[in-house]
């Protein structure tokens, strides 16, 4: 089944060019189907980008799915045009005030792991957005700095700075087989990191009402879920491209930082060639598992009942 989205939206074109199927409005208003509602806060700065790699996992499945865009209302975008966003998106303000509600919820990456949580410029209103989510959105996955921002605020976990980046695609092992978020996964499967943020193993598993499902010796914790699967971590990047870590590695090699090579991508550890994906089967098992079992399973057909 598709993905839905505005008619216009730049990713659709690149999706239908891989053969993912989506739905624009116009289609769909003539479908008589309850897709899920399934709300996605962008906080890349690469937002077209991050656009079409979450829709191409969303449109991933049998199930219907309409999604609505959120940046951040208190944060001015550097690198996304402005119209863009008022075509595309809306804010939490916007939520509030249309009352809507969502069976899913998305929060990306930022790239402002080195900064503490008070000093990034939207904390207040993400902090706002997190706590109206646990009544409001039966299950939201928090993406790579979210995944720590959610750990901090649900479980008090302290976020830990790096001084050198956690970035490749690194070996993770399945702790907890008999969970269906990570039902058909294989015992060891690769996913991509991109980080100079992490939390203490250790805290993690102190954690009470927190499952770790997956775990990764170089990288860390990867996969966490709340008891009831109303909340799931992931602090790699499965939905990255094949070239987006080389993208990054130009950047930062650009910015002078020479100490961020991607373990385990490139071929022979040489940029001239092409970098292996071998973590696309895991990102769409990972992010097909979450919408049925943790989602489509279990969220009520009225949203208005939502607790």
């Known amino acids: 089944m598709p993905v839905k989205v ?26 008589d189907i309850r897709p899920l509602r399934v709300a996605v806060i962008n906080l890349m700065p690469t937002k077209e980008a ?22 951040m209302g208190s944060h001015e975008s550097k690198n996304t045009d402005r119209q863009h966003l008022d075509m595309f998106y809306i804010t939490f303000d916007d939520v509030l005030s249309q009352g809507l509600r969502f069976d899913a ?36 996955m928090y993406i790579c700095w979210a995944a720590l921002a959610g750990l901090k605020w649900h479980y008090g976990i302290e976020k830990q700075v790096l001084d050198k980046k956690i970035v490749g695609v690194f070996p993770h092992r399945v702790m ?17 990191h991109s980080r100079y943020g992490t939390v203490r193993r250790e805290d993690v598993y102190a954690a009470r009402g927190l499952r770790v499902l997956a775990d990764s010796e170089e990288a ?38 020479t100490d961020a090579f991607p373990v385990n991508y490139f071929p022979d550890d040489d940029p001239s060639k092409t970098p292996r994906m071998l973590w696309r089967g895991h990102a769409g098992l990972l992010w097909a598992n979450w919408l049925n079992y943790m989602v489509y399973q279990n969220t009520p057909y009225d949203l208005g009942e939502l607790r």
């Open 6 to 31: 505005p008619n216009k939206l730049p990713a659709v074109a690149a999706l239908r060019l891989e053969n993912v199927f989506v739905m624009t409005d116009e289609r769909a208003a003539s479908q």
């Open 50 to 71: 991050t656009e079409t790699q979450l829709l191409r996992l969303l449109g991933n499945t049998p199930l219907q799915v309409e999604v609505y865009f959120l940046h």
């Open 105 to 140: 919820m998305v929060v990306t990456g930022a790239p402002v792991e080195k900064i503490d949580y008070e000093d990034v410029d939207y904390w207040g209103e993400l902090t706002r957005l997190m706590c109206w989510a646990d009544k409001n959105v039966f299950s939201t």
């Open 176 to 192: 907890d087989a008999r969970h269906p978020l990570v039902r058909c996964f294989d015992d060891v499967f690769y996913a991509p």
């Open 220 to 257: 860390g914790v990867y996969l966490m879920c709340s008891i009831d699967g109303r909340q799931v971590y992931v602090t790699g990047h499965c939905e990255y491209d094949r070239d987006t870590l080389l993208h990054e590695y130009t950047r930062d090699i650009g910015k002078g930082i």
